[in-house]
Each structure stands twice: as C-alpha cells, then as structure tokens.
C-alpha cells in the first residue's frame, strides 16, 4: 500500500502566522487526497478532499493543493480555534485508504 | 440531520467478543459506503475496513483482516464492527465514517460517528 508521511509531524506557531503542512506519498497517487482537523476529544472533521476543494462550511483561511506525490495544507492566518491535529488521507485503490501519522499545531 | 450515531463505551476483558454499532440517520443508508477508523490512545487514524450496505460488499485494510468482522444490517441502517476474541492492544476509540461517494467529496469521510471507546483489560 501507499504510505503517506505528513511533515512536521508537530509545529508550534503564533495567531496570525501562515501555516503550511506537507504530505507526501511513497509513490504517484491520484488526487483523491483529504484533510482533516481533529481536536482534543472530538471526532475528526473532514476540511479539504480531492487535494484542493474547501468541504462546504469550512473558513477560506484553509486552502489545500499539490498533486503526484506531494500535497500541501495551508492555513493562511492561524485563528485560535485551527489550534489542532491534522492528517492528509489517500484513495489507495478502488475502496481502500491510508492515513498520514498526523501534524499536531500548537500555540507558540 | 445526516449524523452517524454509535453505541456507548465498553469495558472488556482479553478474550471476551464483542459489537459494536454505528445508527445512520437522514441518509439513504444503503448507498453510501460506511467504514471503520481506530485511534488508539495518543495515536492517529488507521482505517481498519469499509461495507457497503446495500449489497454487504466489504474491504478490510490488510493490518485488521481477520481480526476484526464489519457487517450491516439496512433494515435498521445500522453498521457493526466485531471482536470474536479481544486483546488488550485493541484498546482504542473507533469512529465509524460515510464515504461520501466520488461525485460528492471524491471519496472522502464526510460524516463521522462521535465514537465509542473500547477498554479490553483484565
């Protein structure tokens, strides 16, 4: 299967400051590539799917993009609800999926 | 609504079995995929298997075939993950998720279960 390594795995950053998470693929993948937001105690909440399409209700700070083996996450002006854990997810193949281990983005 | 609705935690001990289930609701159940995600305490996601309800076509990721068993029941619109033996490593929360389909959110989980915590220990 494909494996997904998300980088940093942990960032500490400022209110306001522009945040760029990276997941990359062990090999070619299509764009069937998503991004979640998980809080302490919550259930994960899907933001971004196929690389680059904002999930509806989410704020336009987050924006995602890349294709082949690498894929990005940005949240443009860090509010302090972003204050999170996220993982990039793959399609692996028809009705099979992997996670990245996770980016947790702490207060500086 | 569209929600995804779990059973309560449980507390178990090593070689007890074990079902869990996951209630969907404002949906047409049985077309959409519904799957299984486990995070072990302090850990990431790893999805475990996925069943579509409409026909019981099932998909385990090769690290929980045979492990784990997922099944369906549409009558009820209900999704159940099962243990026949538990061990204490498969102490973990486990969400249940709707794919949504290619032409909605290209595969991705759009809804998930607010999860249920399952504690093996002796």
């Known amino acids: 299967d494909i494996q997904l390594t998300q980088s940093p795995s942990f960032l500490s950053a400022s209110v306001g400051d522009r945040v760029t998470i990276t997941c990359r693929a062990s090999q070619g993948i299509s764009s069937y590539l998503a991004w979640y937001q998980q809080k302490p105690g919550k259930a994960p909440k899907l933001l971004i799917y196929?690389?680059?399409t904002l999930q509806s209700g989410v704020p336009s700070r987050f924006s995602g993009s890349g294709s082949g083996t690498e894929f990005t996450l940005t949240i443009s002006s860090l509010q302090p609800e972003d204050f999170a854990t996220y993982y990039c997810q793959q399609l692996n193949s028809y009705v099979t999926w992997t996670f990245g281990q996770g980016t947790k983005v702490e207060i500086k | 609504e569209v929600q995804l609705v779990q059973s309560g935690a449980e507390v178990k001990k090593p070689g007890e079995s074990l079902k869990i289930s996951c209630k969907g609701s404002?949906?047409?159940?049985?077309?959409?995929?519904i799957g299984w995600v486990r995070q072990m305490p302090g850990k990431g996601l790893e999805w475990m298997g996925i069943i579509y309800p409409g026909d019981s076509d099932t998909r385990y990721s090769p690290s929980f075939q045979g492990q784990v068993t997922i099944s369906a029941d549409k009558s009820i619109s209900t999704a159940y993950l099962q243990w026949s033996s538990l061990k204490a490593s498969d102490t973990a929360m486990y969400y249940c998720?709707?794919?949504?389909?290619?032409?909605?959110?290209?595969?991705?989980?759009?809804?998930w279960g607010q999860g249920t915590m399952v504690t093996v220990s002796s």
């Open positions: 404002g949906y047409s159940f049985t077309s959409y995929w």
């Open positions: 196929a690389a680059s």
């Open positions: 998720v709707r794919e949504c389909g290619g032409s909605s959110c290209a595969f991705a989980f759009d809804i």
